[in-house]
């Protein structure tokens, strides 16, 4: 039998945390609360190179070669013996032979001697360093170049410089970019092993919420949520249970969380969390699982429910994200996808702020963490500036788009003098 760990309660985990206050919750506890939430998916499965990328390995990738597999040729040049440099004195050596990329130089070079070698060719057996064709001249056979240009073992490069072999070339828990994708490849190898993929589900709640091809009706506006949630979960290359608008209405509802919970790892919702909501959504979540709703000390995203809903002996993560969309978008690369990561078996660091001068003064409570939409630009003297992009307002979605980053002003900090240095939280491949 495989032992499995019982995960904590929601009360465990809230007992080990300092100064757990479901009704005015820091921004850094939540994060320090989904850490303990979730934890990584368990099975892994081999996938070939193409199928790996923004897949999460499962184990150290390690290098059964040398990278490079032999000392070679940095640039197009002539190779010869380091030893034969003089200080303050030209070199002339004869031209023996030619070395070019992917054959052997098999001819011995002697004394005073040197080959003709091409970028990426193997150095000829006992040969150390190469002039590049620039710094020469040629007459006849006879080759020379200038004192001082080269220093013995220039412009080699050498056997294992990037990588030897039983080296881990890749950790464990480290997410495949394009540049892992082709080192991969550089070692030979078919195909590496990945954490299986994680699965959310989404649904948006509220009556409100019209559905794409249904006509517009007063007071109902259209579904972004399941959209923007769309977009940031296939950023991140998870399998996705698109389950559209679920009706404020408890039987609609049951059956949609008990369908998540039996098929996904993780859901998510948007709607339905806030105070004085008249709608069912919170009171089918406490039914069906453990879960805390919380106010978080934000802006914008106050309300937040999460915790965790069983079907079927499965177990799935819940977070039930506020109903404004901008609201949405900022818990979910604020909490959510931190927690997704960690599902996902991810052992990436969290992503680095940027500092930039903020353009404008901006006003701050001390006491909550806002996070503003901004333009981060380059200024001619090379430092970075940030501008909110207008109207900051949690249901304009606009502001979002024309951003390039979330400008996060911290907790305890207050008002923002123009020019001040701010955080700033960039989108980079996340939206
Ligand atoms: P709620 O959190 O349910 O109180 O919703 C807050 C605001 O967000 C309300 O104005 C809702 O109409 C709006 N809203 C909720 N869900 C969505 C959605 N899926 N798409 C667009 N707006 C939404
Ligand atoms: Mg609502």
Request: charged letters at 25%.
């Amino acid at each position: 039998m495989t032992y499995k760990p019982t995960p904590p309660s929601l009360d465990e985990i809230a007992a080990a945390l300092q100064g757990y206050d479901p009704k005015a919750l820091r921004a850094d506890t939540v994060n320090a609360f989904l850490a303990k939430l979730v934890s990584p998916v368990q099975a892994s499965e081999d996938v070939g190179v193409f199928d790996a990328l923004d897949r999460v390995l499962a184990e150290d990738v390690i290098s059964p070669i040398s990278v490079p597999p032999h000392d070679n040729s940095a640039m197009d040049g002539f190779a010869f013996r380091g030893s034969e440099l003089k200080a303050g004195q030209s070199t002339s050596l004869r031209v023996v032979g030619t070395a070019y990329a992917g054959k052997a130089y098999a001819e011995p070079v002697g004394a005073g001697e040197c080959v003709k070698i091409m970028t990426g060719a193997v150095m000829p057996e006992g040969l150390d360093t190469v002039i590049p064709v620039e710094f020469t001249q040629i007459e006849g056979e006879v080759l020379s170049f200038a004192a001082d240009v080269v220093r013995q073992g220039d412009n080699r490069r050498c056997l294992g410089e990037d990588l030897m072999a039983g080296q881990p070339a890749l950790r464990k828990g480290d997410r495949i970019g394009p540049a892992a994708l082709g080192l991969i490849a550089s070692l030979g190898l078919p195909g590496v092993k990945v954490w299986r993929k994680v699965k959310v589900a989404y649904f948006s709640t509220g009556d409100e919420i019209l559905s794409l091809g249904e006509a517009p009706r007063e007071g109902a506006v259209y579904d972004s949520n399941r959209y923007t949630v769309f977009g940031l979960l296939k950023r991140m290359n998870v399998d996705v249970l698109d389950m559209g608008v679920i009706a404020d209405e408890p039987k609609a509802l049951e059956a949609a969380f008990r369908s998540a919970a039996a098929n996904a790892d993780a859901i998510i919702t948007s709607g339905g969390v806030s105070m004085g909501e008249a709608d069912y959504t919170k009171a089918m979540m406490k039914k069906l699982g453990d879960v805390a709703f919380w106010r978080i000390a934000m802006r914008p995203g106050r309300p937040m429910a999460v915790g965790r809903l069983e079907e079927n002996g499965r177990s799935a993560a819940l977070f039930g994200l506020p109903g404004n969309p901008v609201a949405v978008m900022v818990t979910f690369l604020a909490f959510v996808r931190p927690a997704l990561l960690k599902l996902m078996g991810s052992e990436a660091p969290a992503p680095v702020y940027l500092k930039a001068r903020s353009a404008e003064a901006l006003r701050k409570k001390p006491g909550r963490t806002e996070y503003q939409r901004g333009v981060v630009t380059r200024e001619p003297d090379g430092g970075l500036t940030v501008r909110i992009t207008g109207n900051q307002g949690s249901g304009v979605l606009r502001s979002m788009v024309e951003a390039n980053g979330l400008i996060v002003l911290h907790h305890d900090q207050g008002n923002i003098v123009a020019g001040g240095e701010v955080d700033v939280m960039m989108f980079d491949g996340a939206i």
